[in-house]
């Protein structure tokens, strides 16, 4: 990987080319390494520490870092959300979240964390619609019996 990254001829953009994979007549396939998105993970995952111990400025800092080394990773935005949730920043959690759903459509943990924000905003249907389709999605998960419940409670509270 080092003297991969070395060779200027072994660069393209923010792609290091590690081995060629085949050809074909579209041309060559490299398998390579993308430089950004090991960016992004490490802030991502220096995020979720920052959160872990409640730093929640810290933790927007990085996935705001991450977002704009890659804007289209859904991840970062839906962990901006939750931070931003647990700050009480419910408009810019909502608005990361649907950012991180435009991008991606069937992130059941973005899906979950819309619901709990919509929940708190008192969007009864808004979270019940997202939790049913989180649990269409995901309801083997960790999360599904929690859904399950705040759905009910929800479906009582109308």
Do not use: Q
Request: with cysteine; proline share 4%.
């Amino acid at each position: 990987m080092k003297l991969a990254r070395a060779d200027p001829r072994k660069r393209f953009g923010h792609f290091v080319l590690l081995s060629e994979v085949g050809k074909g007549g579209m041309g060559v396939v490299y398998r390579a390494w993308n430089e950004r998105l090991r960016r992004v993970a490490t802030l991502n995952n220096r995020g979720l520490a920052f959160s872990r111990k409640g730093d929640l400025d810290a933790a927007i800092a990085d996935f705001t870092r991450a977002i704009e080394s890659v804007p289209g990773h859904a991840l970062a935005w839906s962990d901006r959300a939750r931070s931003r949730c647990e700050k009480g920043d419910l408009e810019g959690a909502l608005a990361d979240v649907n950012k991180a759903l435009e991008l991606d459509p069937a992130y059941p943990t973005a899906l979950y964390g819309r619901a709990e924000i919509r929940r708190r905003k008192h969007d009864r249907a808004g979270a019940s619609a997202d939790l049913e389709r989180f649990l269409e999605l995901a309801p083997g998960s960790s999360d599904a019996p929690r859904a399950r419940e705040l759905l009910l409670e929800l479906k009582k509270e109308k």
